[in-house]
């Protein structure tokens, strides 16, 4: 991923905008984080994907705007690839990065990472 221009994460400029929604778990995520942090910040849903929970809007792990886990050893794959590389798969992230706001600002990033797209 190094190859990948930074993103302003820390502190993100955006209210953590991508943090919006939770992420989702493996199951040894969830486990590791239910153990480490308590069994309330996560859940699984009615489908039976595990995820972090969200309270006022944000991923319930976003403190003063920046992660408190991401340091953590079972930090959410899909948090450690987003929003270049897809963590189920492995590909390039095909779904909406605009959720991130940086993408908005800088087009020319929406093409970095998607097949046939390079790297500035």
Not at 26 to 54: C, F, M, N, Q
Request: aromatic residues 10%; charged residues 25%.
């Amino acid at each position: 991923m190094s190859a990948f221009p930074a993103l302003p994460c820390f502190p993100c400029p955006h209210q953590s905008a991508c943090c919006g929604y939770g992420v989702t778990l493996s199951e040894e995520e969830a486990r590791d984080l239910s153990a480490r942090h308590g069994e309330e910040k996560v859940y699984r849903t009615r489908w039976g994907e595990w995820r972090t929970r969200v309270r006022n809007r944000r991923c319930i792990f976003i403190v003063n705007n920046a992660c408190s886990i991401h340091a953590d050893p079972s930090y959410p794959a899909v948090c450690r690839a987003f929003p270049w590389t897809d963590a189920e798969t492995g590909g390039p992230y095909e779904y909406d990065q605009t959720i991130c706001p940086e993408f908005l600002a800088r087009p020319e990033l929406v093409q970095i990472g998607k097949r046939g797209g390079t790297p500035a």
